[in-house]
């Protein structure tokens, strides 16, 4: 029997949906249902094992499957309905973020000749489709998506580490004395300006991460600092609000700010970590499958992915992490200078 998170489960979800449905809709800026734009699936490429590639070529009325090239069943496509059923219904009762059991899984995989699940739960390429192309009709090359699931408990999609550390300094006097606390991040960060004090950012502490920033933009470390600290500074999480209050005295607006914002949380979610270079898509990337509480599987592809970048702007909300964990919050010295490290983590708002 399979044991598996939310997010692992879900992507069995989408396989099955997807050969069922033979595609799905595109997904608007609010992750509602675009029925102007269908995504037909031509065939869903799996490798769950890593050796092992299954290739599901969808017909009008069943699934030819294959392995490593060979043709092993058909499945009609009729079949999957009570399967896929039973099966959402029960992975939305497990809210949690731990592994576990659904025998109604176990069972679908058995019906798509899969022994488990993907092999590893941190790879953001989590299938491969070739789609029937919305202009000229042919079939696209095979593209990566990622898959993202609206199930349970709203999912990070940067997490925080050491790696995540942005280093700043302290000015004012008189230099202020280490907190008696330092879990109570923003609560003594606004003691410190009250009292007269200000921050200044000084370095991103994983050198890996403000290259990656770089980029995609060589301003983007400095505007993501800015974003970062007003929101430690603030009484808000929401993302979209912040960026209004960060650059509110922008005579130009502070629209290139987000667009580079947008940038940066496309690109977290589609692989980005701070201790991993990040030099781009890869080549063959398509674009984002989010799976809905309705049971919903939308596209976010070629023709709105626009709309995904201004989802995610939309959707998402700063977080502080465990200071004590991730080793921020405490104001210390350095070469004669008060200095304080901040963290980063961004998760989806709750709904």
Not at 193 to 218: A, P, R, W
Not at 260 to 276: C, E, P, V, Y
Request: glycine residues 8%; proline residues 3%; hydrophobic residues 35%.
């Amino acid at each position: 029997m399979n044991s598996a998170n939310r997010g692992e489960w879900s992507e069995l979800y989408a396989i099955g949906y997807l050969l069922l449905n033979g595609g799905g809709f595109g997904a608007d800026e609010n992750a509602r249902r675009d029925t102007s734009i269908f995504y037909k699936v031509l065939q869903v490429v799996d490798n769950p094992s890593g050796s092992l590639e299954t290739v599901y070529t969808l017909g009008n009325s069943d699934i030819q499957v294959t392995q490593n090239g060979i043709g092993i069943v058909r499945i009609e496509r009729e079949n999957l309905a009570p399967n896929l059923d039973a099966f959402f219904k029960a992975l939305v009762k497990h809210t949690g973020s731990r592994a576990f059991n659904l025998p109604s899984g176990d069972a679908l995989l058995k019906l798509l000749m899969r022994e488990r699940l993907s092999s590893s739960s941190s790879n953001v390429e989590d299938l491969h489709l070739i789609l029937e192309d919305i202009e000229t009709r042919i079939a696209t090359p095979k593209r990566s998506f990622s898959i993202k699931s609206e199930i349970g408990s709203p999912a990070t999609i940067f997490n925080a580490s050491g790696s995540t550390n942005l280093t700043f300094k302290i000015l004012g006097n008189p230099r202020p004395e280490p907190f008696l606390s330092a879990s109570a991040v923003k609560t003594n960060l606004r003691a410190l300006v009250d009292k007269g004090h200000s921050l200044e950012f000084v370095e991103y502490d994983n050198s890996t991460f403000e290259q990656s920033l770089e980029n995609i933009d060589s301003n983007l470390p400095e505007y993501l600092a800015e974003l970062m600290l007003n929101y430690y500074l603030s009484s808000t999480t929401n993302l979209s609000s912040l960026c209004k209050t960060t650059w509110a005295n922008e005579k130009k607006g502070n629209a290139l700010q987000v667009s580079k914002i947008k940038k940066f949380l496309s690109a977290a979610s589609m692989g980005l970590r701070a201790n991993k270079i990040w030099s781009g898509y890869p080549e063959d990337f398509g674009g984002l499958l989010l799976v809905k509480e309705n049971g919903d599987v939308l596209f976010y592809y070629l023709y709105n992915l626009q709309k995904f970048e201004d989802y995610l702007f939309r959707h998402l909300r700063f977080e502080t992490p465990s200071a004590s964990k991730h080793g921020f919050g405490q104001v210390y010295d350095f070469q004669g200078e008060s200095r304080i490290k901040l963290n980063l983590q961004i998760r989806f708002k709750s709904r």
